[in-house]
């Protein structure tokens, strides 16, 4: 099993552009999840989705949109880049929501907003 | 949700126990307390959970008190590799809710 994957690992956009982001989990979750993290931060959420055809915005969607394509995939994407949405993006899964529910991460997307 | 307050930084060498303690006086009756790892450039990693007493898995203990005000993680004889991020988390009270990371405490091993 490969866990929770993430693509790109790294990307590098000019102000206005767009892209998404993509992950995908091959563990049957239920529930994923879109944070950020920037430097010496803790994570925050952007996005999550409880399950297959449901979306909620988490603590900092502002700038965001996200998509569960089915079940395995979940994808973040940015309409039009700027330079503080330069973080490292994690996408997270878990079985089902709940904070008694354990979240497993992928490697994370690096990217950089010039 | 429930405020966590844990030390932004702490010191140890090899061999040594490490207790990290998390501070969460607002927590809710149906609230689980749940440790997280992470290592620079990675997502973090579950370490483990519990809701009171003390819990052991293979990595580490967690003892939360009577009155599940605070949690120590206790890691044993720590190693170069325990370096990391360890990051307390505490629900909102609902028994459903997304998990917020707050700072996390840098633990730092040397030789």
């Known amino acids: 099993n490969a866990g929770v994957t993430q693509t790109p690992k790294f990307q590098v956009l000019k102000t206005g552009q767009s892209m998404t982001l993509q992950c995908a989990q091959d563990?049957?979750?239920?529930?994923m999840y879109w944070y950020r993290q920037d430097p010496g931060m803790g994570l925050r959420l952007i996005y999550y989705?409880?399950?297959?055809?449901?979306?909620d915005k988490g603590e900092v969607p502002n700038g965001y949109n996200v998509s569960r394509l089915n079940k395995r995939e979940f994808s973040l994407r940015l309409e039009s880049a700027a330079p503080s949405q330069t973080s490292v993006y994690f996408c997270?899964?878990?079985?089902?929501?709940?904070?008694?529910?354990?979240?497993?991460f992928g490697p994370g997307t690096r990217l950089l907003v010039l | 949700l429930a405020k966590t307050t844990q030390p932004i930084s702490m010191d140890s060498y090899e061999g040594q126990e490490v207790n990290i303690t998390c501070s969460h006086n607002?927590?809710?009756?149906?609230?689980?307390i749940t440790w997280y790892q992470q290592f620079p450039s990675q997502g973090p990693r579950f370490i483990i959970q519990?809701?009171?007493t003390k819990v052991t898995n293979e990595v580490a203990s967690l003892f939360i008190p009577a009155d599940r005000k605070s949690s120590t993680l206790s890691l044993p004889r720590v190693s170069l590799s325990d370096t990391a991020v360890y990051y307390c988390?505490?629900?909102?009270?609902?028994?459903?809710?997304?998990?917020?990371f707050g700072k996390g405490t840098m633990l730092l091993v040397s030789p």
């Open positions: 607002n927590i809710a009756t149906n609230d689980y």
């Open positions: 997270a899964s878990s079985e089902a929501g709940g904070n008694q529910e354990t979240q497993y």
């Open positions: 988390l505490v629900g909102d009270g609902s028994g459903y809710s997304t998990l917020t």
């Open positions: 519990g809701y009171k």
């Open positions: 563990m049957n979750h239920n529930s």
């Open positions: 989705s409880a399950s297959e055809g449901t979306t």
